[in-house]
C-alpha cells in the first residue's frame, strides 16, 4: 500500500505537463524525391520536354516531305520498294510514297499530342493539382489517341500489305493488337482513377 | 438542395455578421458564405460544435429538410 503510492503521485502531475512538440521524424527516406530540382518528376519533365522537341521537329520534317511528294517526278526517279528479304520490288508509285509519308505523319503526329497531353497533365502535377476534371479528359484523349494511332497503324500495314505493295509488307497478326489494347486499356483506368481523385478533391474542397 | 443552412435567420436573430461569425469559429468568410448558399457538401463535427457554440442553438436549429429534387452529382457539374 505504501509502496503504491508515490507511484501514482508521480504519475499526476506528468499529466499536466503539456505535450512536447512533435520531433522531426527520423527514418528510411524513400531513395529519390517526387519534386523539386533532382528529383524523379524533374526528370521526368526533361524526358517528355526532349521527345516533345524531337517529335515536334520529326513531325514537321514529315510535314515537309508529304508536301513535296506531291509535286517530285515519280516517274522519272525508278524508285522500287521492296521487303527486308529482298524478295518482290515494286515500283515506287505517288499513291504509295503519299499513304506511306502520309501514315507516318499521322503516326508521329498523335504521338505528338499524345506528349502535349501529358507534359499538359505534368504542369498541374509540379503546381500540386493534379486532380483535376481537365486532366481526366486528357488522359481519356491520350488513351482514344494511343487507340487511334495504334489501331491505325495495324490497318495500315493490312492495306499496304493487301493493296498497294502486295508481297512487299506482310499484315500483322491479331497477336500484335494485344499490346496496344493493354496500353489504351491502362491509360482509361488511370482516367477513371482520376475523375474520382477529382470528384473526391471537389468534395473535400466543399467540406466546411 | 434537400437540406437547407438556416445562417441567414440565426445571424439576424443574434444581430451577427457574417464576418465575426467567421471570427469566432475559425473559418474563412469565403467557406461560410459556401454554407449560407447551401452549396457546401459536407460539414465536419468540429465546425457545426463552433457554430453551435457561438450562435447559441442546437444542430436542428442550424439545419432542415426541404423535400425537393436531389442534388446534382458532382460529376455532372464537371461535365
Redesign the interface.
Known sequence: MTADRPTTERKSPARTVPLLPKMPRIGVKAPFRTLGPGSVSSLLKIALDVAYVLLMIITAVLLLLLLTSVFIPIANLNITVSNDEGGRQQPLTRPLLLFGVGALTAYFGGFLMILRNLRLIFRTLTIGDPFQ?GN?RRLRQVGLILAVVTGGVWVAQGVVAARLAPGVMEPQGFGELLTPIFSVLVVFVLAEVF?EG??LR??SE??? | MAIKVQLDRLLVERRMSLTELADRVG?TVA??S??KTG??????FT?LYALCRELDCQPGDLLSYEPGPPEPD??D??A
Open positions: 476534371p481526366v475523375r477529382a470528384r471537389r468534395e466543399l467540406t466546411i | 473559418v467557406n461560410l459556401i454554407l452549396k457546401a457538401r459536407a460539414v465536419r465546425t458532382l460529376d457539374e464537371e
